[in-house]
Every structure is written in structure tokens, then in C-alpha cells.
């Protein structure tokens, strides 16, 4: 823990698991959603009203929240479920699934499992959606005669495949990986991108394509250099 109170209860490091691993079980099957809504936008423009109306995307939100909260319980039940026999020290900033397992005094492998199975459905899926979007939108962009058309489309992508990579890097590292093959700084390390500094970014990478945002970043630049 950061703060100078250094002990959590069981009850609200259980809801801290809890809703830290939804929200980002959220984010990752949101980020194959908006993956293949970049697909239909640039692939299908034309269509583009008609595939991705209100209801459709209602439907998909109602998908990825319940979900993802779906996933989260199962797994944090059978994490919790587990005996812990002390001492219950966390070496991390905060209570997460792989750190808290290695607090377990008895066989984690049938938990390890489920976790890793969960994380292909919710993780690599999504992520898996996200690569055979972009792979439909460059063919589609390489098929533009013109530039200004190419330049348009690789620009509505680049804030999305930068979450992307932050994102979907650092989570794909932390929880498809063998734990006894995980060290514990490094595993602190990464939890710090996809928890406090992928979400801090968000703003500012997608923010970064409006244009009276750049208007702004363009005149306070001019002035410094006047």
C-alpha cells in the first residue's frame, strides 16, 4: 500500500480485487469493440449508420459491462475461497489477483487456471478482434488512391492502437504468464501502466484529436517561440 495506513481488510481488499480486475477486463473487450467500430467506419463507411446503430452499440455495451463483471466474480470467488494462513503480507500497491494467490498456503494451479482461461476469453479474444480489424483496415487504406484519404483513416487509428499497445502489453504480461515464472517488482512495475499510467493517458492521447485541442497545443507553441 502507498498511503501510511499499511493494512487492508479482507472484505475491502476483496472489493478492491473486484472491481480494479472488471474495469479492466472492460477496457479490454471496450478496446476490441472500438477496433472493429474503426473497421466499419474506414472499411464500410457507407454503411456505417446501419452496422453500428444505437442499439447495436447499447448491446455491445451491455455485453462488455456484464461480462467483464461476470468474469471478475468467478474468479475472485475462487481466489478468495482459498485458505491464507499468514502472514498475509502483499508485496504490491494494491490487492490483485496473481499477488494475492502467492499468499495461498495450498495448491494455486486449478485457480491459476481459470484465471488463465478467463483471460484468453476476456484478454485475448478482444485482443485478437483488435488485429483482424487493423489488418481489414490497412488493406483498405493501401487499396486508397488518395493521400489525404490514407492520411485521414491512419489518423482516426493512432490514439486507439496507443492505448492499445500501453494497455494490452503490460495486462497480456501480467496475467498470461506463469506465475512461478513472475517476479514480484516487475509484476508492481507493470500493474503501475495499466492501472495509473494508461488510464492518466487516455485522456490526453484521444484528446489529441480534436482540433481545437491541437489549435491550442499549435498557438501556445507559437508563443514560446516568439
Sequence with gaps: MVGKKKTISFSRCATQMYFSLSFGMIECVLLGVMAYDRYVAICHPLHYTVIMNQITCVQLAVISWSSSFLSSLIINVLTLSLPYCGPNVLNH???????????????????????????????????????????????????????????????????????????????IFMYMRPQSKSTRAGGKIIAVFYTVITPMLNPLIYSLRNQDVKGVIKRAIARQRT
Design 93 to 171: 500497491f494494491f490487492c490483485e489477483v496473481p499477488s494475492v494467490l502467492r499468499l495461498a498456503c495450498t495448491d494455486t494451479l486449478f485457480t491459476e487456471l481459470v484465471v488463465f482461461i478467463f483471460s484468453i476469453i476476456i484478454v485475448f479474444i478482444p485482443f485478437l478482434l483488435i488485429i483482424v480489424s487493423y489488418a481489414q483496415i490497412l488493406l483498405s487504406v493501401l487499396r486508397m488512391q488518395s493521400a489525404s484519404g490514407r492520411h485521414k483513416a491512419l489518423s482516426t487509428c493512432a490514439s486507439h492502437l496507443t492505448v492499445v499497445t500501453l494497455f494490452y502489453g503490460t495486462a
